[in-house]
């Protein structure tokens, strides 16, 4: 009697701890804290794309909606005018030319591509929730093509009488990829 009982409860504890290992693993939390998953946020810039997400809210939809889109424009200008202005600094540098002249050119240049940039961008995330107490609530991802956007200041470049004898393309387009794939380097989740 005790030999079955023996063999019975070593059974069930083998088989208690083969189903505890096969189960769904604990996440250690911090009290009073939760983690949230926002909607779009999968969306950062790559070697590919300049990304930016916002996130509106309001009692009218199409203002929530307006919101969301301002702040990811935003973001998404912020990182392009960064990126675009190191590239410019990194050019300058290889190319071994006076900053002065080509600077303040490349910089008014930059805007405007920027400008231009960001009223063609692309929506490849929008969720639309609404709250309890009826607020609209809109998650969005905007993005633009980094061959676009130097396609762009590539023409713009050339087009410009004071940047032409200054730019050499090649070289251009060297620095713009290293520093679109260093970015996207550090917006890479871990």
């Given amino acids: 009697m005790k030999k079955s009982f023996l063999i019975v409860a070593a059974a069930a504890l083998t088989m208690g701890a083969t189903l505890s290992s096969c189960g769904p693993k604990s996440v250690a939390t911090i009290a009073g804290e939760k983690e949230v998953s926002v909607p779009c946020q999968e969306f950062t810039s790559d070697k590919d794309f300049f990304r930016g997400v916002g996130i509106g809210q309001s009692k009218d939809m199409n203002t929530a909606r307006e919101k969301a ?20 600094e990194r050019y300058v540098n ?7 002249d080509f600077s303040q050119t490349y910089e008014a240049m930059t805007k ?6 960001i009223n063609n961008v692309r929506t490849p995330c929008s969720k639309t929730m609404q709250t309890t107490d009826g607020m609209y609530k809109v998650y969005m991802a905007v993005e633009a093509s980094k061959e676009e956007v130097l396609k762009e ?5 050339t087009a410009e009488k004071k940047l032409e004898t200054l730019f050499n393309r090649e070289k251009f387009r060297q620095n713009f990829d290293a520093e679109m794939a260093e970015f996207a380097g550090k917006n890479t989740p871990k």
């Fill in 69 to 88: 889109r301002m702040t990811a424009n935003a973001e998404l200008a912020t990182s392009m005018q960064t990126i675009i202005k190191s590239v410019g």
């Fill in 94 to 100: 290889d190319a071994g030319i006076t900053a002065s």
């Fill in 112 to 117: 405007q591509v920027v400008n231009q940039q």
């Fill in 153 to 157: 200041l590539e023409r713009q470049a």
